[in-house]
């Protein structure tokens, strides 16, 4: 090999690494292998007020829901409560005025004329029963919580009515061959105050405590029945036992009455104007939807009178206006008033008219001279 071909050998060798460098300069990027699909991004915590008016309306929505949820359950408690308290005062008023019935019948009893003994022992029997059925149907009925002790009044005054009612069947039977009332009539009497403490009772602890816990409860439309079993608190006096027992031991030895029986007319009274008529003499008087005559009747015997009638006629430019009222009970002596109300003047207004009162006579009365009487009237507007 000459020194020529020595010197190209080396120039080779002394070339490469500049071609190499010049390579590398020459080279693209690497790219590396794609990417597959993104991942979930991290969320981006949220800045200013927002975040504290979501949790503001969330906190408010929560809220309202558990006030609507504590009214919904109230309405829910109170719609329960009214109708527990309606369904007692439905079951109650049922009984009540079962029993306030049977009392008016046994005042018609004791103001019919010509009731026999017997009758009257067996009519105060069956009563007697009845009331006993109305104690079973009370004792039956669960009252509200409240109304527990109420309730028992309630069952008390009934059991005083089956008590007292049983009381005047015994008493009329022991003494039905007694020569005088003077002893029957106190223990009649002492029967007939069991009658009315019933009245007592039912009033004073059953319907007036129930309507003040109503009030309490705040429960309105709800209305506390009454059940008056005496008419009249003075037939259990026992004068009026004792006259009433005359009456009907009377009936039953032959129905003639004895000692001196008789009614009398004492007065008539223009209501509101309080003015009395006057027989022989104009009075004028007005009228008004209130216009009523109260009429005064007086029982001028020695004996009871029961169930007197009173008529009251006006006679008037076509057909004349008449009513009957009734005297449950009037003794010797006495002076009873009935009233006649909501009366028909229409047709009168401006004419004289004639207001004419009668007292029927009682059984064995003879002088009927005092029993009426007419009144000369001009009725007016205003």
């Not at 020569?179 to 009497?189: I, M, Q, Y």
């Not at 004895?258 to 007065?267: A, D, E, P």
């Not at 004028?284 to 009747?297: G, R």
């Amino acid at each position: 090999m000459t020194e020529r071909g020595s010197d190209i050998e080396f120039d080779f060798f002394d070339d490469e690494p500049a071609t190499e460098e010049a390579t590398q300069r020459r080279r693209m990027p690497r790219v590396g292998p794609p990417r597959g699909p993104e991942g979930p991004r991290r969320p981006t915590r949220p800045t200013g007020l927002t975040p504290l008016l979501r949790l503001l309306g969330l906190i408010a929505a929560a809220i309202l829901v558990v006030v609507l949820l504590v009214f919904w359950v109230q309405s829910c408690r109170d719609s329960g409560k009214r109708k527990s308290y309606e369904t007692y005062m439905t079951k109650v008023r049922a009984i009540a005025s079962n029993s306030e019935q049977t009392g008016k019948e046994l005042n018609d009893l004791l103001t019919t004329p010509g009731q026999k003994e017997t009758d009257v022992e067996t009519k105060l029997s069956s009563y007697a029963q009845q009331e006993a059925q109305n104690v079973t149907q009370a004792d039956a009925i669960a009252p509200p919580g409240a109304l527990r002790l109420e309730h028992q009044h309630l069952i008390e005054a009934l059991q005083f009515r089956v008590s007292g009612l049983r009381g005047l069947s015994d008493a009329f039977h022991r003494t039905a061959t007694a020569k005088n009332g003077d002893a029957a009539g106190p223990l009649l009497a002492a029967q007939a105050e069991r009658l009315v403490a019933s009245d007592v009772v039912y009033d004073d602890l059953f319907k007036d405590p129930v309507r003040a816990e109503l009030d309490k409860q705040s429960i309105t439309g709800l209305n506390v029945p009454d059940s008056n079993f005496v008419q009249n608190a003075d037939v259990a006096s026992a004068r009026s036992m004792t006259l009433t027992w005359q009456r009907v031991h009377g009936a039953s030895t032959g129905g003639t009455p004895t000692g001196l029986h008789g009614t009398g007319l004492v007065s008539v009274v223009a209501l509101p104007e309080n003015i009395t008529l006057q027989a022989g003499t104009d009075n004028k008087v007005t009228a008004s939807t209130n216009l009523a005559f109260q009429v005064s009747v007086q029982d001028t015997g020695d004996s009871q009178e029961v169930r007197v009638p009173v008529v009251l006629t006006i006679e008037k430019t076509g057909t004349p206006y008449t009513a009957t009222q009734y005297i449950g009970t009037i003794d010797p002596g006495q002076t009873k008033t009935v009233t006649f109300s909501k009366l028909d003047v229409t047709s009168a207004l401006g004419l004289r008219s004639t207001v004419k009162v009668q007292v029927t006579g009682v059984k064995g009365e003879t002088k009927l001279t005092n029993n009426s009487a007419s009144y000369p009237v001009f009725f007016s507007i205003g």
